[in-house]
């Protein structure tokens, strides 16, 4: 086999093992949406957005290794695990709600923290301030 050849054939096989890779992310992300009572429609529109976003898909792929983040990624200075906080953090004003304890479903949390560094994204300034200002404690009543 000649040199050209050989590298073609390696070639092919970083374009089959990349779209291999992908489709398990894909349907990672579809079965974290389900586990976490979402729609397939709200799952597959949340994949097409990380895989838009090389730092995210970067995230994701990480995660669903390693089972934990790699924080590499940052929009605005904030990373994912950031997100994640904060999310929890503000969702304990839900705690007193039974029917909002599935807000603490860790596929749904997980989610939610790519939906919203997504959509940071595009516009960070009203998460910025959001997650300025909205901690989730109980403030004092004067």
Known sequence: MGVEAESEKKEQ??????EKALGILHEYVLGMAKQAGES????EGLWQGIRQSGGLLQELAYYHDYGR??????VEGYTLADVLVWQVDHFKLYMDRPGEMNRYRQQRLLLAAFDTLL???????????????????DRLQA
Do not use: S
């Open 119 to 137: 959509e940071m994204e595009k516009e960070p300034g009203p998460f910025l301030e959001k997650m300025r200002c909205e901690t989730g404690q």
């Open 13 to 18: 096989e970083k374009k089959e093992n990349l």
């Open 69 to 74: 983040f790699l924080c590499r990624y940052q």
């Open 40 to 43: 397939e429609a709200y799952g």
